[in-house]
């Protein structure tokens, strides 16, 4: 079955950097768009960037310059690495695929900026 799991989040003061990753199984990984999303507390879930299967990239206005999202077709999984990290980058950040059976998301992983 279709599985994304992520890791890589934690807590880091402003200004810090973090590297999530997505490791994807169950699926043909290279044919499918990957995409971020994450939820702050008391928001809804929102789209932080996504990759599609030849690499063209997309980001939310909100981390354009700052989050970059890439893959990797060998070891099935998508790395997300933040820059510049802001107290409204706070949440919890999951990682989904859209496959012919349905949308998947993983667990998600809890990023704290701290002042």
């Known amino acids: 079955q279709v599985r994304l799991v992520e890791s890589g989040g934690g807590l880091v003061q402003s200004g810090g950097s973090l590297r999530l990753s997505c490791t994807a199984s169950g699926i043909n990984f290279r044919l499918y768009t990957m995409t971020w999303y994450r939820q702050a507390p008391g928001k809804e879930r929102e789209l932080v960037a996504r990759i599609s299967s030849d690499g063209t990239t997309d980001y939310a206005d909100a981390v354009k310059g700052r989050f970059t999202i890439s893959r990797n077709n060998v070891y099935n999984t998508v790395p997300l690495q933040m820059n510049s990290l802001k107290l409204e980058d706070t949440g919890v950040y999951f990682c989904?695929?859209?496959?012919?059976?349905?949308?998947?998301w993983g667990q998600g992983t809890r990023v704290t900026v701290s002042s």
């Open positions: 989904n695929v859209n496959h012919a059976n349905g949308a998947f």
